[in-house]
């Protein structure tokens, strides 16, 4: 395997133009890790570690964003007491990523790139309308999160394109729950992960290992919008229906995953929608 | 006393197989059955690799039979021509490089012409499924006492419910690992094992050595659980074959992946059991049957089904009792040793059982256990007599009272009615461990220990039992140093290393302190015998007498042996499974509480109260630990722990994938012990180590059903098997 060293942002992006497509950056490298022992192939790749350029570690506040570094950490959010008051979304989904030392290590532009329909920090980043800032040698752009992922592990980012920056607008927000429903308290990968906010805005509600990628559910944020009346957690199945196609794989099954989205939507919106059984 | 290693392992320093020096020295991997069941008609090795770099094995290079010795030789030390699992060893490589190994093992291709498997169990096999004998079964015993029909049919109330458990992987922290190389005409054999005898007796058979030139030795243990009793002889035999015909050190060291794919798991189970009891719940029969899943060889599962069957109906008093058990055969990974060993998995069905009799009898669940719990002079279902002084009740009462099991109740009767999503519950089981083999198993061992008198005045204690995390080497200093009067650091323990220490048998089935502990103070005093000093001689004064007997007895050795002997007053009838089954048993009673979360049916073990009586407790940390470490094991194999299985082999062989619970899973473990000690123990120790298991999945689900009113029969419990069988409505809290 290759790693290659950039000294700037400037030379990692020439490095991934260089590479032609060929190139994978890599900032705490602990999605690599895991699949290392059985992907053979990742073994003869080429590397470009970003974990050097200390310029885009730190996180930044304006007077209406707070901007995420391309090498902000878990870490760094769970301890920044302005993100715990104002978007404690992002240190709830962070404290549930893999242990502290994975915490420490792993960043949030990883989470979005690694395109892993069960992230924890994608949901969150979609609730708050995160917009991912992309850089290459073509100059800058910028998409927003939810629009980022076009199917399973495919997104609008080019190979010579680094996350620099993820941007969340700052808003007073009258609802936020993040709800991740693991096979253990701790360190697992979710079965059904839910983030959900409320502002003038309007409702997001996002969810994680419901489809192929993190998506925003259309339908029950129009149901949340009218303030249709909802009996019972069944009465939300036909909107989780159409949001999200869930599956059975080595985790759990797509009945599970529907019936229990429907249930921790219902408990944990019951009482700001004024539902009544 | 503190551990023995505690400092060695807490700093670091204590070094595993893979840790241990070796030059010039091959890794070894394995080629693998792609297919559970087949001819092989070709191993292909692909062009791209340059196979003369690398040391090749197949089932020719086997000196002596290809056999992996143990209860029977059905299961081959390669592959020869026919597979009959998934990961079956077919070809073993040999090559200086892990990562060109690991590629060229993926080069290698074995070509099977697939033959219809049979890999679910519990279905009577097709005529071409038929594998071993006439119908698959691997085994069958069956425990018979008073006339079952009859009770059953004169019953007042029959209540019949059949009960699942799933696979479980050992987890052990270390995976499987083993060393082999030629020390002049000597193979030395070095790794982590339970069973350094047994090793030595495969590497024997297989390879055609006598005992002069085969050397086993274990190397620090990171756990076993009965995951590194039987498996270390497979590997050790392909690590040996590798450096015999390499000429050079090779190495074997499973990554997790390939540790939990390929190596055994605890057999699954199906238990059916059909109870007739008096109106206000007094047992009047017990009708069993028990069938495991065996996997593709025989290995241990004969006595995994005899110690399940054993501890079948429970620690309960009933004059009539049938238990028909069988292992089948069929094309999984074989299934092997596992912490309990069957007892565990028919100690979930009878637990569980008895709630579901409670239920429906309407009866309190504790009520039902203390009227049937067994009385001193009555007996098991094997005939065996219990009058070891124990108050089975008072180990019951305790739980309930440290557990403040009424008042949770209430408690819990009362949240449940005012929250809409979760629910809580309260459960317990009673249960009984037999200690040591079984039956005439330890007269079959006929284990030796060796207690060796020093020049310098302090001991070597010799045995072949291992230390594995559970603390033997600590334990066995405390017995010894005790029967001499000495200080610890007046002990050695020695290394299990076949060419020095005696066969004392192997560190399983709970005997250790019990039984080899007791063998230890019998060479401690035979030592003192061949010194000629009595008891009274203890401490400074017995040091000085094995210093002054060297000095009278240059280049001599000076050596207290001890050879077990059945304890007065045991017999037992192996054809007929009748009589005392085990030299003692230790009781207990595990209390758990939960809250299950209606909204996600996931449930959260909220409280555990473990009360035991095992005899006089040695070490009380190490004891505790034991306690804790088991019920936590219990706690996962009840609601996490599953093996997802394709084609006989699991597929989620990663620990993001198969779920142990983390420390935020458990509660904290209220663990207490009652003490009457055994009189043929060490101390007056009975055997604690796979007690703990047997209590937590059915206290667990006991537990939930309480919570509930839910009715499960099966574990692993996750909240995708819950959801299935139970729709929680969602009350609002109003």
């Excluded at chain 1, 991912?132 to 997104?155: A, N």
């Excluded at chain 1, 995953?257 to 059984?277: F, P, S, T």
């Excluded at chain 2, 060229?104 to 096999?125: C, G, Q, Y």
């Excluded at chain 2, 690590?239 to 390499?246: D, F, H, T, V």
């Amino acid at each position: 395997m290759t790693v290659l060293l950039p000294g700037s942002e400037r030379d990692a992006l020439e490095m991934l133009a260089a590479a032609d497509g060929d190139a994978v950056p890599i900032a705490g490298a602990t999605d690599l890790l895991v699949s290392w022992p059985g992907r053979l192939e990742d073994h003869r790749k080429t590397y470009v570690d970003l974990s050097g350029l200390a310029g885009l570690r730190p996180l930044r506040w304006t007077g209406d964003e707070l901007v995420l570094g391309g090498l902000t950490s878990y870490w760094d959010v769970i301890r920044d007491v302005r993100v715990r008051q104002e978007f404690p979304l992002l240190v709830a989904a962070a404290r549930q990523v893999g242990a502290i030392q994975i915490q420490v290590r792993g960043t949030w532009a990883g989470n979005i790139v690694n395109a892993s329909p069960a992230a924890d920090g994608v949901p969150v980043l979609m609730a708050y309308d995160a917009v991912v800032e992309l850089e290459s040698l073509r100059g800058r752009e910028e998409v927003p999160l939810d629009r980022f992922y076009t199917g399973y592990k495919e997104m609008r980012r080019r190979p010579d394109q680094l996350v620099v920056a993820i941007r969340l607008p700052r808003r007073p927000y009258s609802v936020q729950k993040f709800v991740k429903v693991g096979s253990r308290r701790a360190q697992a990968i979710a079965k059904v992960g839910l983030a959900i906010t409320r502002a003038a805005a309007g409702w997001r509600v996002v969810a994680a290992s419901m489809a192929p990628t993190i998506r925003r559910c259309p339908t029950i944020e129009r149901l949340l919008e009218e303030g249709a009346p909802v009996r019972g957690p069944d009465d939300l199945l036909p909107a989780i229906a159409r949001d999200v196609s869930p599956i059975d794989d080595i985790r759990s099954t797509a009945a599970y995953r529907k019936r229990v989205m429907a249930r921790v939507l219902y408990y944990e919106l019951r009482e700001a929608c004024g539902w009544r059984a | 006393m503190h551990r023995r290693e505690g400092l060695a392992k807490l700093t670091g320093r204590e070094r595993y197989v893979d840790d241990l020096p070796l030059d010039d020295f091959l890794w070894g991997m394995t080629v693998r059955s792609p297919v559970p069941r087949g001819r092989v008609t070709a191993v292909r090795f692909g062009a791209d690799v340059d196979w003369s770099a690398f040391v090749i094995v197949d089932h020719r290079d086997i000196p002596g039979p290809n056999e992996v010795i143990l209860i029977e030789r059905d299961q081959p030390v390669l592959a020869a021509g026919y597979v009959r699992h998934v990961h079956e060893p077919v070809v073993l490589l040999g090559h200086r490089s892990r990562e060109g190994l690991r590629r060229a093992v993926r080069a290698v291709e074995v070509v099977v012409a697939p033959e219809p498997p049979v890999l679910d169990f519990r279905v009577p096999p097709r005529p071409d499924q038929i594998q071993y004998g006439r119908d698959n079964v691997l085994k069958r015993l069956k425990i018979e006492k008073g006339d079952v029909e009859r009770a059953l049919a004169q019953a007042p109330v029959v209540v019949s419910g059949t009960y699942e458990t799933g696979a479980q992987e050992h987890v052990y922290l270390e995976t499987q690992g083993m060393i082999a190389w030629l020390e002049d005409q000597v193979l030395v054999v070095k790794g982590s094992m339970q069973c350094p005898y047994y090793v030595l007796s495969a590497l024997k058979h297989a390879l055609a050595r006598d005992e002069s030139r085969v050397r086993v030795i274990q190397t620090p243990t990171g756990g076993g659980f009965g995951g590194k009793e039987e498996y270390p002889s497979d590997i050790a035999l392909h690590a040996a074959l590798l450096a015999l015909k390499a000429g050079r050190p090779v190495k074997i060291v499973y990554d997790r992946g390939e540790d939990m794919a390929a190596t055994t798991k605890r057999h699954p189970s199906w238990v059916r059991h059909r109870t007739g009891l008096t109106r206000d719940g007094r047992l009047l029969a017990q009708d069993l049957e028990v069938v495991l899943d065996g996997g593709a060889y025989v290995t241990l599962s004969p006595v995994v089904l005899s110690r399940g069957i054993i501890h079948a109906a429970g620690p309960y008093s009933c004059d009539n009792v049938r238990i028909a058990g069988r292992v089948m055969f069929t094309n999984a990974v074989p299934f092997g040793a596992f912490r309990g060993f069957g007892a565990p998995q028919t100690l979930f069905a009878c637990e569980r059982h008895m709630d579901v009799i409670a239920r429906t009898l309407e009866i309190d669940p504790v009520e039902l256990r203390r009227i049937n719990l067994l009385r001193d002079g009555q007996t098991t279902a094997t005939g065996q007599v219990i009058r070891d002084g124990t108050d089975r009740v008072a180990v019951l009462e305790r739980a309930l009272e440290l557990s403040d099991y009424r008042a949770k109740r209430r408690a819990h009767a009362a949240f449940n009615e005012t929250h809409a999503a979760q629910r809580r519950g309260i459960g317990l089981a009673a249960f009984y461990h037999g200690a040591g083999f079984t039956g005439g198993g330890e007269v079959h061992l006929n284990s030796r220990v060796r207690v060796a008198g020093l020049a310098d005045g302090r001991v070597e204690v010799l045995t072949a039992n291992i230390e594995m995390g559970q603390g033997t080497l600590t334990v066995f200093t405390q017995i010894a140093a005790e029967r001499l009067g000495f200080a610890p650091q007046d002990v050695a323990i020695a290394e299990a290393d076949t060419g020095r220490v005696p066969n004392s048998g192997p560190t399983v089935a709970s005997r250790t302190t019990m039984v080899v502990g007791r063998l230890i103070e019998r060479a401690c005093d035979d030592l003192r015998s061949r010194l000629e000093v009595d008891a009274a001689v203890r401490g400074a004064s017995l040091r000085a007498a094995i210093v002054r007997w060297h000095r009278e007895h240059a280049a001599e050795r000076l050596v207290g042996d001890a050879v077990y002997e059945r304890p007065p007053g045991i017999s037992w009838d192996d054809a007929n499974y009748r009589g005392d089954a085990y030299g003692a048993f230790a009781w207990a009673t595990y209390v758990a509480e939960v809250e299950v979360d209606l909204a996600t049916y996931s449930t959260r073990v909220t409280g555990f109260v473990a009360v035991q009586e095992v005899g006089k407790v040695l070490n009380e940390t190490l004891a505790r630990g034991q306690v804790q470490g088991g019920v936590v094991q219990g706690i996962g194999w009840a609601l996490m722990e599953e093996c997802k299985f394709r084609d006989g082999a699991m597929i989620n062989n990663q620990l993001t994938n198969y779920l142990i619970p983390t420390s935020d899973d458990v509660p904290p473990i209220h663990v207490a012990f009652l003490e009457n000690p055994y009189p043929h123990g060490a101390q007056g120790a009975k055997g604690l180590g796979e007690l703990p298991i047997d209590g937590p999945a059915p206290a667990v689900l006991n537990a939930v059903a309480a919570a509930t009113g839910a009715d499960p029969r099966a574990v692993p419990l996750t909240p995708e098997r819950l959801m299935a069988i139970a729709d929680f409505g969602l009350r609002s809290a109003e």
